[in-house]
């Protein structure tokens, strides 16, 4: 059964034994006895990034059914696994569901379980309860469903999945080992709250061109430029790679000091600013997406549509009417976000507490979005 179809009856039931497994899983398996525990092989495996044979060993596997990933540590064996907010197991710890709850209310329950059984608990980088002496962290992701057209649909609640290591990475949960390099984890900045959402009154107004900019950002624009049209606000966080380390395949079209801006986060203006190296034309970083932020963004419509701090369902609702008025093309990303015809302008949501808001990505043409 597909996730986004799997409702909370046709979960499998799972009970969290701390620091020695969740369900028929236990910490030290080898990949084969996961993929006999779960009666499937994985769908997806990952290794560890680099060159090197040691950096190229197994990281992890991803499990459709039942909803999961396993993380692996030296061996291989298994170290972690994270069990998906959306169609995947509902897991107990005690007499405290953490897994497809209102966050709110599955961090409360967790704490409260800590404090009686004299366990420190404390707040990860999602704003959610974890306890290092259980190895338990609670995760938190955008609810799914069915629409009554039949396909998958983002709802406007977040529910919480969980992470579950063993001793070796309990103390440190979502940076150690491969986990800390799950894709996507890092990219949005750490937020633990408070959720707060601007009035629409207190935000400015930006126009969009479709495949040209947004607001007083311009594709093609330097990250100097960016900061200087953003009326000189300095990111308050940025991100970039060398992009020639020694030992890569590309070590002789560079120096190995040489750094390039990918991402930068500017929190007045509510946008983060992407950037690709345009290394043809000696331009170094140039602007090529622009995303803005749902809770603390600038408002931004499209063909009359806002896009921004609303309701993510209803945002999306307004834009299939408008492509099914038109005969437009729907486009969705990997992620679930969509967009009208060709624009390479989409509408996402982001967490605002138990709940979520619409907020959107403004892309060059040739971008490859995958949410």
């Given at each position: 059964?597909?996730?986004?179809?799997r409702e909370q009856?046709?979960?499998?039931r799972?009970?969290?034994?701390p620091?020695?497994?969740v369900?028929?899983l236990r910490?030290?398996?080898?990949p084969?006895?996961?993929?006999?525990?779960?009666?499937e092989?994985g769908?997806?495996?990952?290794?560890?990034?680099?060159?090197?044979?040691?950096?190229?060993r197994m990281a992890?596997?991803?499990?459709d059914?039942?909803?999961?990933?396993?993380?692996y540590g030296?061996g291989?064996r298994l170290?972690?696994?994270?069990?998906?907010?959306v169609?995947?197991?509902?897991?107990?710890?005690?007499?405290v569901e953490?897994?497809a709850?209102a966050?709110?209310?599955?961090s409360?329950?967790?704490?409260?379980l800590a404090l009686?059984?004299?366990?420190e608990a404390?707040v990860?980088?999602?704003?959610?309860?974890?306890?290092?002496?259980?190895g338990?962290?609670l995760?938190v992701?955008?609810e799914?469903g069915?629409?009554?057209?039949?396909?998958?649909q983002?709802?406007?609640?977040?529910?919480?999945?969980?992470?579950a290591t063993g001793p070796?990475?309990?103390?440190?949960?979502?940076n150690a080992?491969p986990v800390?390099?799950?894709?996507?984890l890092?990219?949005?900045p750490?937020d633990?709250g408070?959720?707060?959402?601007?009035?629409?009154?207190?935000?400015?107004?930006?126009?969009?061109?479709?495949l040209?900019?947004v607001?007083?950002?311009?594709?093609g624009m330097?990250?100097?430029?960016?900061s200087?049209a953003?009326?000189?606000?300095?990111?308050?966080e940025?991100?970039?790679h060398?992009?020639?380390p020694v030992g890569?395949p590309?070590?002789?079209?560079?120096?190995?000091?040489?750094?390039?801006v990918?991402?930068?986060?500017?929190?007045r203006?509510g946008?983060s600013a992407?950037y690709?190296?345009?290394?043809?034309a000696?331009?170094?970083s140039a602007?090529v997406r622009?995303?803005v932020?749902?809770r603390?963004?600038?408002?931004?419509?499209l063909y009359?549509?806002?896009l921004i701090?609303?309701?993510?369902?209803?945002?999306?609702?307004d834009?299939?009417?408008?492509?099914?008025?038109r005969g437009l093309?729907l486009?969705?990303g990997?992620?679930?976000?969509?967009?009208?015809?060709d624009?390479?302008?989409?509408a996402?949501a982001?967490?605002?507490?138990?709940?979520?808001?619409?907020?959107?990505?403004f892309c060059?043409e040739?971008?490859e979005?995958h949410g």
């Amino acid at each position: 059964m597909a996730w986004w179809n799997r409702e909370q009856g046709d979960r499998q039931r799972w009970v969290l034994d701390p620091l020695v497994g969740v369900g028929p899983l236990r910490f030290g398996m080898d990949p084969q006895q996961v993929q006999d525990a779960l009666g499937e092989k994985g769908d997806s495996v990952r290794f560890q990034g680099g060159w090197s044979a040691e950096a190229n060993r197994m990281a992890g596997e991803r499990y459709d059914e039942p909803g999961l990933t396993a993380f692996y540590g030296p061996g291989p064996r298994l170290a972690a696994v994270a069990i998906s907010a959306v169609g995947g197991p509902l897991v107990r710890l005690g007499e405290v569901e953490l897994v497809a709850r209102a966050p709110s209310e599955a961090s409360a329950d967790l704490r409260r379980l800590a404090l009686e059984e004299r366990a420190e608990a404390r707040v990860n980088r999602y704003g959610e309860a974890e306890v290092p002496d259980w190895g338990v962290s609670l995760d938190v992701a955008q609810e799914w469903g069915l629409a009554p057209e039949g396909h998958p649909q983002r709802r406007d609640t977040m529910i919480t999945g969980l992470l579950a290591t063993g001793p070796e990475w309990a103390e440190d949960l979502w940076n150690a080992g491969p986990v800390g390099d799950r894709p996507g984890l890092h990219e949005e900045p750490a937020d633990a709250g408070p959720w707060l959402v601007a009035d629409a009154e207190d935000r400015p107004r930006w126009y969009c061109t479709p495949l040209e900019g947004v607001g007083p950002l311009r594709f093609g624009m330097s990250p100097q430029q960016v900061s200087a049209a953003l009326d000189g606000e300095v990111p308050a966080e940025s991100r970039g790679h060398h992009p020639f380390p020694v030992g890569s395949p590309w070590e002789d079209q560079g120096t190995p000091e040489e750094w390039h801006v990918s991402k930068e986060y500017y929190a007045r203006a509510g946008v983060s600013a992407h950037y690709s190296y345009a290394s043809q034309a000696g331009r170094g970083s140039a602007l090529v997406r622009v995303s803005v932020h749902g809770r603390s963004g600038p408002l931004v419509s499209l063909y009359g549509i806002e896009l921004i701090g609303r309701k993510p369902s209803a945002v999306e609702a307004d834009i299939i009417r408008y492509i099914q008025d038109r005969g437009l093309d729907l486009r969705m990303g990997c992620g679930g976000d969509i967009g009208p015809g060709d624009s390479q302008v989409w509408a996402r949501a982001e967490r605002a507490g138990d709940t979520s808001v619409s907020a959107a990505c403004f892309c060059i043409e040739d971008f490859e979005y995958h949410g």
